[in-house]
């Protein structure tokens, strides 16, 4: 196998099945995700390839122990969805979901912070595309409510870049000191990984894309947001406090959650949150503990979006509050469902027990204890609402509303097999994650101690969850998070300020520039529910196409 | 081993007290609001991709 960045595959692919009608773009997609994975796996450790830019030298391939299992895992990931959404995707959607696995390679198989920005901002772009590719009013508010957080995020990552290269001379991407050009970069880092308060995107969007989006959606921006932060700043302390915050913010909204897909859309939240704080204590086995959660994550968080997915696919409705007994109708769903389910909650047998373990007794290795039993209480907190609530509530007792359910899709069953067999295989034999690790830390996860601590802890809080079952009984409710600050706030802010940017700008002259077109000066288009100013997104988009041109010539210059 | 197992099986019991009940204060508090009170929010079945199926297989519904 020749050895070439397999994100220009998945890049060169999205275009050509761009041009493709539906059928044969449907196996068009599947066979380039399978070219992909077969060109990640085969690239050997070491391999590298530079372009010279105008004077730059530009790592756009650089395979390590780090960035390969990230890689591969975003290829299989890529693989899976394209299998699971082969009936229901569209051809924007495949196109859409190719690029974004691209750019998300594209990033961790990056040497460098410049072609690190550049597939950073290419699976914004691409992502926003996957968003909208649902076609309804709430995917399209949720892309453009997304649009600008990353905008943001991305201004600063390219203004840390450009600053870190002014002041040190070095584009190369490695582990960065804190100091004030990077502090940019990491702040750049923590939007795409969801950190606690700038995590409201993940749940307010991935839940509103289509049912195959979402499986996409839940791997490839954290996930490399977990890899950038592992690479460039392991050991930095500040972080490991930011992923416990992360990990019990999640499973605290999760519980009140009652869309299915949102309560595992906070469920990433969380489990990031213990790959953050892994990378936060820094230790050769803490960043190998990361990798593994990262790597494991993938593949059992794809499997439960899969179930859930499959579940709104069938019934047409994704609240607990208006799901149940669909015990009966899709067993082997709920089969599925519960692999994934054992594998989030870290039960010995399935893929999340040993990364979980390794993750956790890193930090407890690495001499936080605090964080080590605070990450164990969010562990509570997933097995009762991943492994308990939710499937409780879809699939056990009876319907609280009309509920009729059309038939699954084959496609939908191979790809939930074929994770659910992943996820047993590496929980029944870890080596098989364990050997793609960075550094060859040994790690024995089956030991009796660990073996008696995880069935302790998850059995108690199943009898605890008995006694709790109608605490947890669903309510249809919508949980306010952070984002109310730029959901609602201008709308409420709007009409009190507007009278008075009304009078300052008819005092102004006439500018001597065509006037903005109606909708846009008018405040929100209908199709954006209100919720977002298009003036602020149309301005953020112009200044950070400006800082953009501007930062590559000071780069360049 | 004991010890250790009973240490673990109290602090699961007192998690699962801590988290669901604090959740729950929480929501009622100040995060939660009644679905279908905000804009561009999710579960309205007028925006779903695969509305329910009319004649799909009918689910026993809790009349309770």
Not at chain 1, 366 to 390: H, I, M, N, R, Y
């Amino acid at each position: 196998m020749p050895e070439f960045n397999p994100a220009f595959v998945l890049l060169v692919g999205a275009l050509v099945v761009a041009m493709l009608p539906r059928r044969l773009g449907a196996i068009t997609t599947v066979a380039v995700a399978a070219l992909a994975l077969l060109v990640t796996a085969g690239l050997p450790l070491g391999a590298t390839e530079t372009y010279d830019f105008y004077g730059i030298e530009l790592t756009t391939l650089r395979v390590d122990g780090l960035a390969r299992p990230f890689a591969l895992v975003f290829a299989s990931i890529m693989l899976l969805g394209s299998v699971f959404g082969w009936s229901t995707m569209g051809t924007l959607e495949r196109f859409a979901g190719l690029a974004t696995a691209g750019a998300a390679i594209g990033v961790v198989l990056a040497g460098d912070l410049l072609t690190l920005f550049f597939f950073w901002e290419l699976k914004v772009t691409t992502v926003v595309l996957l968003v909208l590719a649902r076609r309804r009013a709430v995917s399209s508010a949720a892309a453009m409510r997304y649009l600008p957080v990353h905008l943001v995020g991305g201004v600063l990552l390219l203004g840390g870049v450009m600053w870190h290269r002014v002041s040190t001379g070095s584009l190369q991407f490695e582990k960065l000191e804190l100091t004030g050009p990077t502090s940019l970069i990491l702040t750049g880092f923590l939007v795409s990984a969801a950190a606690v308060p700038l995590h409201a995107w993940l749940p307010d969007t991935y839940p509103t894309a289509t049912v195959a989006a979402m499986v996409l959606l839940s791997a490839f921006t954290t996930k490399s947001a977990v890899y950038a932060l592992a690479r460039g700043f392991p050991g930095l302390d500040l972080l490991i406090w930011i992923g416990v915050a992360m990990a019990l913010f999640g499973v605290v909204f999760a519980i009140l959650e009652d869309d299915i897909r949102r309560l595992l859309g906070y469920h990433i939240v969380s489990q990031v949150g213990f790959m953050v704080a892994a990378i936060g204590v820094g230790t050769a086995a803490a960043v190998n503990g990361a990798t593994a959660h990262a790597t494991a994550h993938v593949l059992y968080k794809g499997l439960l979006l899969m179930g859930a997915g499959a579940v709104v696919y069938a019934t047409g409705r994704s609240r607990t509050s208006e799901l149940g007994g669909l015990r009966g109708v899709l067993p082997v769903v709920l089969v599925f469902y519960m692999v994934g389910a054992f594998s989030i909650s870290g039960l010995a047998g399935f893929s999340g027990f040993p990364a979980k373990e390794l993750a956790v007794s890193s930090i407890g290795a690495g001499g936080e204890p605090v964080a080590q039993w605070l990450l164990k209480l969010a562990s509570v907190g997933t097995f009762l609402s991943v492994a308990l609530k939710l499937p409780a509530f879809t699939w056990f007792g009876r319907a609280r509303g009309p509920v009729s359910v059309r038939r699954v899709p084959t496609t939908m069953y191979v790809a939930m097999g074929v994770a659910a067999f992943a996820n047993i295989a590496i929980g029944l034999r870890p080596s098989l994650l364990f050997d793609l690790l960075p550094a060859p830390e040994p790690f024995v996860p089956y030991t009796a101690g660990k073996l008696v601590e995880s069935t302790v802890l998850l059995g108690v809080t199943a009898i605890a969850f008995v006694a709790l079952r109608a605490r947890l009984a669903p309510k249809a409710t919508t949980s306010l998070d952070t984002d109310v600050v730029y959901r609602e706030l201008p709308a409420w802010l709007g009409p009190r300020l507007r009278p008075r940017v009304d009078v300052a700008v008819a005092s102004l002259p006439r500018p001597a520039f065509p006037t903005v077109p109606a909708p846009w000066r008018r405040g929100a288009l209908p199709e954006l529910g209100g919720t977002v100013a298009p003036g602020w997104l149309l301005g953020g988009t112009i200044a950070g196409a400006m800082v953009f041109v501007l930062a590559l010539t000071v780069v360049v210059g | 081993m004991i010890l250790d197992a009973m240490i673990i099986g109290v602090f699961a019991l007192t998690a699962s007290f801590l988290l669901v009940l604090g959740a729950k204060w929480l929501g009622s508090a100040v995060v939660s609001r009644p679905a279908g009170t905000r804009a561009g929010e999710l579960g309205d079945p007028r925006d779903d991709l695969f509305p329910a199926p009319a004649a799909g297989r009918p689910v026993e519904v809790d009349d309770a």
